[in-house]
Each structure stands twice: as C-alpha cells, then as structure tokens.
C-alpha cells in the first residue's frame, strides 16, 4: 500500500499467518487422508474469513498473501476455496458500510444518545439486538411444543367432547373434474362449466356442487380446528395472566409517563426479557406456521399483521421503548384469549356458552381496541414521549406502526359489528350463532345456500352419489369459521 512500511506488512501477515497455521495444526496434524484434508480446507477457510474481518481495511493485499501462505502449510490434495482478494475486502466494505447505515445511531436513538451509552455494566443490563437471535429457535421449540400439544393434550379434549374427527363429504371421484380440479382451475367459470355440463351430461349446478365439495375436502377437520383454537388459548391466557402479574408491580401501569423518564437509560430487567423473547417467539411461530394452517380469506390480512406485531416488538425491544411495548402486548392479549375460547365453544357445539364468549368478547375488543389503545396507549406514544423525550427517526416509524395497528382494530371491529348484526338478524327466525353464519368474511369453509341446495325445475335426474349432496347444505355438519381475527 502507498505510504506504509513494507516491514509493517511483512509483520502483519506473519502474525495472521502464524496464528491461522497453529490453529490448523492442531486440529489437522499432517495427513494424507483426503477426508481430513477437505476438513482442514473448510477450517482454514473458515479461520480465514475470521481473520480477514480482524485486518484493517488500509492491507486489503494481506488478504492474497495470507490464502497463499497457509495454503501451502495443509495437507493432501490442494483445494482452492479463496475468492478474489479484492472481491472480499470490497464486500467487506460494503457490508460494514451497510451495517453502519442501519444502525446509524441517529436514527435509532434519540439526541445525545450513542450505542456505547447503552452498552451493559456492572450496574445495569440493557436491551441488546443480539438478544433477539434467541427468538428464532425459540420459535421453532414453540412450534413442536405445539405439535406436541395437540396430539397429546388438545386430541383427547375434543374426543372427550365427542367432536367429529372427520372432514367434510368427499366429493364422488370423477377423472375429468379431477383433472380440471387439479390442473386448470379449482372456480370453474360459466362458460367452462357449460362445456363440462355437456361432456358428462349432468346439470351445471350439480357440477358447481361438486367442485364445491372437492375444494372443502381439502380442508382440515373439526377436530384439527379445534386443537388449534386450544393451543392458541392456552398460550394466550399463560401470557396474559403472565403480563398481568408482571405488570401490576410496575409504575407505569399505573401512570404510562413512567415510560419515558429517564429514556433510555431504563435498565432491562429479567422479567421485561422474558415477556418480549416469549411474545417474537410466538408470532414468529405463526408467522411461519399460517402457511400450513386453516388457509382464511383474509390471509393477507393476517400476515400483515403478523409482520406488524414483530416489527413493533423488535422496534420497541431494540431502542428500549420496552415499558410501553408491554403494554402493548398484555393489552392485546386479553380479547384473544375469549376468542379461541368462544371457538372451541363453537366446534363443541356448546352454543350458550359460545353466544356468551363471542359477545364477551366483542365488548372487550372493541371497547380496548377503539378504546383503551387511542387514548392509553397511542396517547403516551406520540404525546407524553413528544413532551418528554422529543421526536427523533425511529419513534416516527414506531408511531406509524401503531397506528398501522389501529387501522387493522378499525377494520376488525367492522367485521365483528357486521357478524354480529347478521347472526341476530338470522336470529329472527332460529337459534343465532355468531360464529356459524354461512358466507361470512372469514369462514374457513364454504357453504351453500338454502337456493344452492333446493333443486331447480329443470334440473336433471341423477342418483344420490352423482350429485353428492345432503340435507346439512354441503357442509355435513362441519362447523364453519368465525369471521373475525384469530390474533391480534
């Protein structure tokens, strides 16, 4: 390099060198077994990576002379892993680069405030990013504590109760719907149906029927649903009655600009740890796991929300905005909880205790959502922080999260209103069950009307296996959905 002593370059390779040829040594004596040798190529890669972080980046030509060096130091066959030198230190550089840009301490952290002031000490512990990484095989153990879960402690409840284990009717095998099924479209349009009706000679709504009932088929059952509507319940109400507990020793349940006093030399402390590892490990579970559950309507919904949930976590978690994170979290819990309970109510076909849940649950949700949240949790955040702390770029972005949040509460609450409006308007006549209405928002099956069901004067003459019909309008007594948020 222009202006540095070539001894200093000499010395520097020689130390970097000789520290990655002893640790090879032990490791891997000199062998010609190929075995070893490839093994001994992955470790020296792998030390070389290491030390290539450790090289200032005015020697990027160190890089090349130490691939060199200790190449010729391993043994068997010679296996060249190395990139180019150049390639390395630029990528290097970009990703330092990178990595500084989103850490950038003026973004994250307000006025006066650097990442060495919230570095831990003997006296205090603070939030750290890396304590997140534990969250993801966190997640994963909640997954198969789930697994777990259901077949052994959730499976024998719902026999207990005498759920059915089987699905929906299967509809009559046919080789070509098959193949239309399968391979063209899955929602027939008219003019396709027109063609299949002439082909097969049976009725259009025979037909209609019968891709109705080939696409329920591949639906879980009661008995899935309600395992999974007890899982969820039984995490819920373990965190909540957790949050509950933990919350009632703080100050700032009790007056919420305890949250920023002194922020953000607020200490972290066991419990707040817990809280926060717990709740990203398990919405990073069903932010992965919604890709192999009941497929919803508002699929998308959900995942936005999901994506939400963990961006406020981390946000808040990261630049210790904590104190007003668990309130966030407990305040959210609460309705989940009468939700996945008024659920199972539904599939145990206990329909009291199920009217009961839904409308507890209701009045909970839109009284803590449209309520609580604005005016506890929205106030502190964007008001009380402004008065005390001031504004700086990620409280911007963490506010515009909750608000995101908001919007989706206002959107649900629509749904719930409207399920509610229509069960006791179908109440008029029968039993109303809130989470049993045909066609709603977010049935996780589909049903036909009392006129889908009711033949047609013309229609044609077929035996009772052609059109696969019965008297529960193409459900066979599966339970539909409820149309409202599994979790919020």
Known sequence: MPGEAPSDVCSTKSVFCNQLIR??????????NPLLSVAASLKMYSLF????????????????????????????????????????SCCREEMAGILAWFWNERFWLPHNVTWADLKNTDEATFPQA???????????????IRLVFE??????????????????????????????????TKHPDEKRLEGLSKQLDWD???????FRQRRNQEKPSTLARFCESMWRFTFYLYIFTYGVRFLKKTPWLWNTKECWYNYPYQPLTVDIHYYYILELSFYLSLLFSQFTDIRRKDFLIMFLHHVATIS?????????????????????DAA????????????????????????????????????VYPVWILNTTLFESWEIVGPY????????????????????????????????????????????VSKDDRSDIESSSDEDDSPPPNQKHHNSTTNGTNKNHGTNGYLTGAPYPDEH
């Not at 406020?312 to 959210?332: D, E, K």
């Open 151 to 184: 077949r052994f402690i959730a499976r024998p409840c719902a026999m207990g109760l005498k759920i059915q284990t089987n699905g929906p009717q299967k509809a009559q095998p046919n080789a070509i719907l098959e193949k239309v099924f399968t391979a063209i």
């Open 393 to 436: 770029p990620s409280w911007w972005v963490f506010n515009l999260l909750l608000i995101l949040l908001q919007l989706l509460h206002s959107f649900w609450s629509y749904l719930i209103v409207k399920t509610a409006c229509r069960a006791i308007s179908k109440g008029k006549v029968g039993k109303w069950n809130p989470l049993h």
């Open 23 to 32: 640790e090879l040594q032990a490791d891997f004596p000199q062998t010609k």
């Open 49 to 88: 990576l290491s030390l290539s972080l450790r090289i200032s980046h005015h020697q990027p030509s160190l890089h090349g002379q130490i691939a060199c060096e200790t190449s010729r130091h391993t043994a068997g066959p010679s296996i060249c892993l190395f990139p180019n030198p150049v390639t390395v």
């Open 204 to 210: 259009v709504r025979t037909i209609q029927r019968w």
């Open 336 to 371: 989940d909880v009468l939700i996945e309970a008024a659920k199972m109510a539904n599939y145990a076909k206990c329909q009291i205790l199920c009217n009961l849940l839904f409308a507890m649950f209701a009045i909970l949700f839109i009284s803590s959502r449209l309520g």
């Open 312 to 332: 406020l976590i981390t946000f808040s978690y990261v630049n210790n905005m904590a104190r007003v994170g668990t309130l966030v979290m407990c305040l959210h």
């Open 130 to 144: 890396e304590d997140l990484y534990l969250a993801c095989p966190l997640a994963f153990c909640i997954f198969m």
